[in-house]
């Protein structure tokens, strides 16, 4: 019998790209192929010149149908079979050959806002809900709308075998986090974008809409980070601490190169305020929830581990943050700018 395979993609909507998907049956016995859309429709093409080609590089079981179907992330290709320029998962695929050798890993957690009727859900249709405080990993009474949503999403990224680490409520209501590592920087953008897609597609059944907004409410409500764990090999090891240092030093030259890949409205979230420092402004120490790159306390304890970009919002993209991140921390690392490192072999991007 033949199979439903579901083709997912990123789109070319401004400023946020969105998640686009559709099905392909597929005979049985047979890998699903490269396949197509209409990007005239999808922002990604002109109506005179439409075709886009989905070039499949992730594949895993779909949680959601029969035990033989499977969703399939898609790169998006010019028919000429190079990168769209809305592909950025090319660039991650490039730096991450380039440094394969610092192995970098990565651990993003992912923040969003369950929204219905245009508010979070499960805020009151007039005025607000009783302010922060009680949310932060809460439980009881009607504090926590959405767990229903949170719950069946976490099983159907375990089936899915993707690298879900947790979840928790977070700091303001209808605000929610899941993680997803540790992986590599190709990996780890391949499983967050699956997992944002099972996200939407569950919500669907809920008549609910979730919001990767960095400031989904104005005012004195958090916003929607994507806090940004990463390690390389040097880090991990004894006496990593000299090479964590050192990358915070890196990342600080890098403000503006960094906080331009980092999401849309992030100087909406990085006020300064709610757990945050400001998006002009850089800083890094252990345990501060008010600095840009956290310093994990068990890392400082250890002397080695990894740190948190606290900076990313909910809305970025994980292929460019883990790129840029990659290309900050191990071409300093490397030498910098003086003494750039070894070339990969110009070779077609095919690291899946
Ligand atoms: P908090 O909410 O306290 O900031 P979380 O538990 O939500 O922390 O997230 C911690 C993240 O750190 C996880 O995504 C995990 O994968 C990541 N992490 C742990 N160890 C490493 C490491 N060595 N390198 C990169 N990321 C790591
Ligand atoms: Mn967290
Ligand atoms: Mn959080
Ligand atoms: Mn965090």
Not at 135 to 153: F, L, N, S, T
Not at 275 to 300: M, Q, V
């Amino acid at each position: 019998m033949p199979y439903q395979a579901e083709y997912i993609w990123i789109d070319g909507t401004e400023p946020t790209p969105l998640l686009r998907s559709k099905t392909r049956i597929v005979a049985d016995g047979k890998k699903p192929a490269i396949w197509g859309f209409d990007g005239s429709s999808t922002n990604q093409a002109t109506g005179s010149n439409s075709d886009c080609v989905l070039n499949p590089v992730f594949t895993c079981p779909d949680p959601l149908r029969g035990p033989k179907d499977v969703l399939v992330l898609c790169e998006v290709l010019l028919v000429d079979m190079t990168p769209h320029p809305t592909n950025t998962r090319a660039g991650a695929v490039a730096a991450a050959k380039k440094y394969a050798s610092f192995e970098p890993w990565f651990g993003i957690e992912q923040e969003y806002t369950l929204m219905q009727y245009g508010r979070p859900y499960g805020w009151p249709e007039d005025g607000y809900p009783a302010p922060q405080g009680p949310y932060y990993c809460g439980v009881g009474g009607d504090k926590m709308p959405g767990r229903e949503i949170v719950e069946a999403h976490t099983l159907a990224c375990i089936r899915a075998g993707l690298a879900i680490e947790g979840t928790n409520a977070e700091v303001m209501m209808g605000q929610w986090e899941f993680q997803i590592g540790v992986l590599g920087p190709v990996e780890v953008g391949d499983h967050l974008w699956t997992a944002r897609w099972l996200l939407n597609r569950i919500a669907e059944e809920f008549d609910v809409d979730p919001s990767f907004a960095a400031k989904p409410v104005k005012g004195d409500w958090n916003g929607a980070g994507a806090h940004t764990n990463f390690s390389t090999k040097q880090m991990r090891v004894a006496g990593g601490m000299k090479a964590i240092t050192a990358a915070c030093e890196a990342i600080g030259k890098k403000v503006s190169e960094h906080i331009a890949v980092y999401g849309v409205g992030i100087e909406e979230r990085l006020t300064g305020a709610h757990e945050t420092a400001h998006y002009t402004k850089f800083s890094y120490g252990t345990s501060d929830r008010g600095a840009s790159i956290r310093i994990p306390w068990a890392t400082a304890k250890d002397g080695k581990g990894w740190l948190e970009d606290r900076r990313p919002n909910a809305n970025m993209d994980p292929y460019q943050v883990a790129q840029v991140m990659v290309e900050t921390v191990c071409g300093a690392a490397s030498g910098g700018s003086k003494a750039p490192a070894k070339k990969a072999p110009a070779k077609k991007a095919a690291a899946r």
